[in-house]
């Protein structure tokens, strides 16, 4: 069973589209994260839901707005999508030991 | 704000060459450091938390080990299947739950 998964995998789109990205885990994880990585490889948090509420807020532009209909799930959803948007989306989520399992990523490219 | 920065940037070594990997950090207060391993299209995968400057954790080739200043993973005896990139990240006692990233190592071993 996949403990973090993600869909799309992949997901190319032009600028001014809006598009989102679900994730789901299976662990059973109160707190959950959306992070973004780019060209570079460096990984940064962008949001955490703990069970439904919103904890962290990374200073990401409002383009960018996550749900969490329950705690099992954390979307997000991106308006007016622009070009430095094109990376690599992963979510995660965190057991009571601070431990943090990753999904497997979303590849987005905005041309 | 904490920083993270990771040595070197990449790492080619020969089958069986021991090295090692350094994360030096900067934080107020450090709740625990961790390791990952990112394999190219993946999400990160957990190897290691350490909690306390003198620990020491170990997983098969792999020894991560925390000073007050930094964190090192040493790799013994390294195997192709260990090519990886290693990524370091530190969460911050109070600081809201979310972990900071270094740039990471990226790692080739070759026969």
């Known amino acids: 069973d996949t403990a973090v998964s993600q869909t799309p995998k992949y997901l190319v789109t032009q600028m001014g589209n809006d598009k989102s990205i679900k994730c789901e885990q299976n662990?059973?994880?109160?707190?959950m994260y959306w992070y973004k990585q780019d060209s570079k490889k460096f990984l940064k948090i962008m949001f955490s839901?703990?069970?439904?509420?919103?904890?962290i807020n990374e200073t990401v532009p409002n383009r960018f707005s996550p749900k969490s209909p329950d705690k099992a799930h954390l979307n997000l959803h991106i308006n007016s999508l622009e070009l430095g948007d094109s990376a690599v989306y992963f979510c995660?989520?965190?057991?009571?030991?601070?431990?943090?399992?990753f999904g497997p990523g979303t590849r987005l490219t905005v041309t | 704000e904490d920083q993270v920065t990771q040595s070197p940037e990449a790492l080619r070594l020969q089958e069986g060459e021991s090295s090692s990997l350094n994360c030096s950090y900067t934080?107020?207060?450090?709740?625990?450091l961790f390791w990952y391993r990112q394999d190219p299209g993946k999400g990160p995968e957990f190897l290691f938390t350490l909690y306390s400057a003198g620990e020491e954790k170990e997983k098969e080739r792999l020894k991560a080990t925390l000073t007050k200043k930094e964190s090192f993973l040493h790799i013994t005896a390294p195997k192709p299947e260990d090519s990886a990139t290693y990524l370091c990240?530190?969460?911050?006692?109070?600081?809201?739950?979310?972990?900071?990233f270094g740039t990471g190592t990226q790692l080739k071993v070759e026969l």
């Open positions: 990240a530190v969460f911050e006692a109070g600081g809201g739950n979310k972990l900071t």
């Open positions: 839901y703990n069970n439904k509420e919103l904890i």
């Open positions: 662990l059973g994880h109160d707190t």
């Open positions: 995660a989520s965190r057991d009571e030991g601070d431990e943090q399992y």
């Open positions: 934080v107020s207060g450090l709740r625990g």
